[in-house]
Nanobody, 115 residues
Framework: QVQLVESGGGLVQPGGSLRLSCAVS????????IAWYRQAPGEQRELVAD???????TYADSVKGRFTISRENIRNTAYLQMNSLKPEDTAVYYC?????????WGQGTQVTVSS
């Protein structure tokens, strides 16, 4: 069973930075594609960034140039580095792992950008 645990959320001022982590249990992390989604109150969940098994990353237009997704296979962990945060980045951020017979989600971590 693949389980995901996000961490690193919190309250930050506009212009600040946070790094989210997604720790994935099991031994198949290197075979999984990883994505970060977010959901603001009253909004649909949206894709923020994803990274393939080979390390190719893609980003939503709203975060390009500010966010960086990465993965560290030896630690079974993916990251989302978020810089130049804006109030509109406020949301619950979820990690998603996809592979053969796997499509699992973490519990989410709250990110609040406010002065």
């Amino acid at each position: 069973q693949v389980q995901l645990v996000e961490s690193g959320g919190g309250l930050v001022q506009p212009g600040g930075s946070l790094r989210l982590s997604c720790a994935v249990s099991g031994s198949i992390f290197s075979l999984l594609a990883i994505a970060w989604y977010r959901q603001a109150p009253g909004e649909q969940r949206e894709l923020v960034a994803d990274i393939t098994r080979g390390g190719t990353a893609t980003y939503a237009d709203s975060v390009k140039g500010r966010f960086t997704i990465s993965r560290e296979n030896i630690r079974n962990t993916a990251y989302l580095q978020m810089n130049s945060l804006k109030p509109e980045d406020t949301a619950v951020y979820y990690c998603n792992a996809v592979g053969r017979s796997v499509n699992n989600w973490g519990q989410g971590t709250q990110v609040t950008v406010s002065s």
